[in-house]
């Protein structure tokens, strides 16, 4: 198993639509797009597996004072 980093659109929206499980909207693509707005960067991440993705999140990073940061799931 694979951790993969900055998915690219089409293969995260591709693993989306097509998952047995759908997925919510606060994990998609356009909400991470949506949240940069709110000064959050967004981060497409995911597990492949035999070069296949299996798994996809997205989490926002939010920056604090100095060189911290949190991060955030929506949605899980």
Known sequence: MEFIENISKEEYEQFVSTHSIKGHFLQS??????????????????????NKLIATALLLQKHLIGKYSFFYCPRG
């Open 29 to 50: 693509y356009y909400w991470g797009d949506v949240s940069k707005h709110k000064h959050y960067t967004p981060h497409y991440v995911g597990l492949k597996e035999n």
